[in-house]
């Protein structure tokens, strides 16, 4: 499966090339509007789906199942906060799920190393790295899964 | 300058009649470029097709007054403004090209077929919608060309590279300048000098490559945006929308809200 573009519906604006993981939603020179250049390196993460702000891309399906009718779409509305998905299965049964957008503000979880304490000259010579041992939080017991807990009759 | 109307200066020179049928030859290329570009790429017929699809999964039947009003809402808001574009530099720039595009036509036309005999007195206000119209078509083309055009600056082109897609602006905006310019050499009473003859031929030339050049060209996307921009709402509003989830009715700070960072490059 892959991405593809409806061409009456894209404005060439830009975000799909923005967040695309996989570099390959440009912007096609003559027509200037977003296009998919390598389905095969497709990884279906759905980000330039949820990017769009005028819903133009969609997925496509396999080609044994998509001509049978269905469809996975979603809309993304950031100033509520919210992601919804529409699935349509191929017996015409529809599902819908809304779910908040958890997608953090750029920039919040960024360490401010600037007001942070200054390493000193042996601690930059040092192997251990800034904030070593202390920000790996070794000196507890390290978390760990107790055996019981697996599945019955599966060996490990 | 401003208040004269070139094409009346102009008919002292050549036939009024001449002029009329250039304006409707542009008019007759535009619509036959257009034609050819539907039956070539398809694009009319994929559009009544999906719009047949769609209004199978539609859950509710629309009146003739519902769908009057939202084909209305459409054209006052969406096409009227190019919604679409967002709130940014684009959509300014569009909007210049758009309206001052539409007001150098309007007033040409105008012009030619109601006031282009050099004794018929033009209302001065038609030579200055034709100014006004032809300058914005240059501001917002020039402010596309040189700021906002695709891959200029992501792709590290430099802004004299030419493509094909580039005929449409490149072509309207030629078209206003040698218009802008053919109109202020006349207001000089040159007596019928060189240039004044150099920039009506530009004029011309430039108004051939426009309207001829529809099928190679962006230009028929005056037409087909509307069209899908349509079509979208009255999806919306019969409850097909392309399959798309309806609007989600979330209670207050259900997620983050964020504000993504719009792209700069395009």
């Known amino acids: 499966m892959s991405t593809f573009v409806y061409m009456t519906r894209c404005d060439g604006c830009g975000h799909c090339v923005d967040i695309c993981p996989s570099d390959i939603m440009h912007i096609d020179e003559t027509i200037r509007r977003a296009v998919n250049i390598e389905p095969n390196f497709c990884w279906e993460c759905y980000s330039c789906v949820k990017a769009c702000p005028n819903h133009a891309i969609d997925v496509r399906g396999y080609a044994d199942f998509a001509p049978m009718g269905h469809s996975v779409r979603v809309r993304r509305e950031e100033e509520k906060g919210t992601i919804s998905w529409k699935i349509k299965f191929r017996n015409g049964k529809e599902k819908n799920f809304v779910s908040p957008i958890t997608t953090k503000p750029w920039g919040k979880f960024i360490p401010k190393l600037a007001t942070g304490e200054k390493p000193n000259q042996d601690e930059i010579k040092s192997q251990i790295l800034y904030n070593e041992p202390e920000g790996l939080n070794t000196k507890k017991e390290l978390p760990s899964i107790p055996k019981d807990s697996f599945k019955k009759g599966v060996y490990y | 300058m401003i208040y004269n109307n070139p094409f009346s200066i102009l008919s002292e020179t050549i036939p009024s009649i001449a002029i009329q049928s250039f304006l409707i030859l542009m008019v007759g290329l535009a619509l036959a470029g257009t034609l050819v570009d539907i039956i070539h790429k398809k694009n009319v017929k994929y559009f009544f097709e999906n719009a047949k699809k769609a209004k199978l999964s539609a859950t509710r039947e629309l009146g003739v007054r519902e769908r009057a009003s939202v084909i209305v809402k459409t054209v006052a808001y969406d096409i009227g403004t190019t919604s679409e574009l967002g709130a940014g530099k684009r959509r300014v720039a569009h909007l210049l090209g758009m309206y001052g595009t539409i007001l150098f036509w309007i007033a040409s036309a105008v012009m030619i077929f109601c006031y282009s005999s050099s004794s018929s007195g033009t209302p001065l206000a038609w030579p200055i919608i034709w100014h006004i119209g032809a300058s914005m078509t240059i501001l917002g083309g020039c402010w596309f060309w040189f700021f906002l055009r695709v891959d200029v600056y992501s792709e590290a082109h430099p802004w004299y590279r030419i493509i094909k897609a ?57 037409f087909y945006k509307p069209g899908a921009a349509i079509q979208k709402n009255l ?28 792209p700069k490059h395009y």
């Not at chain 2, 040698?178 to 004029?203: E, T």
């Not at chain 2, 019969?238 to 809200?257: C, H, M, V």
Request: glycine share 8%; charged share 20%; net charge negative.
């Open chain 2, 166 to 222: 580039d005929l449409f602006v490149l072509a309207l905006i030629a078209t206003s300048l040698f218009g802008l310019i053919w109109s202020y050499l006349q207001s000089l009473n040159l007596n019928d000098r060189w240039d004044d003859k150099v920039f009506l031929v530009l004029y011309i030339v430039s108004n051939l490559v426009l309207f001829g050049g529809v099928y190679w060209s962006k230009f028929a996307h005056m």
């Open chain 2, 235 to 262: 999806a919306e509003a019969d409850g097909s929308r392309d399959n798309l989830p309806p609007e989600a009715d979330a209670p207050k700070k259900f997620g983050l809200g964020i504000k993504r960072e719009a």
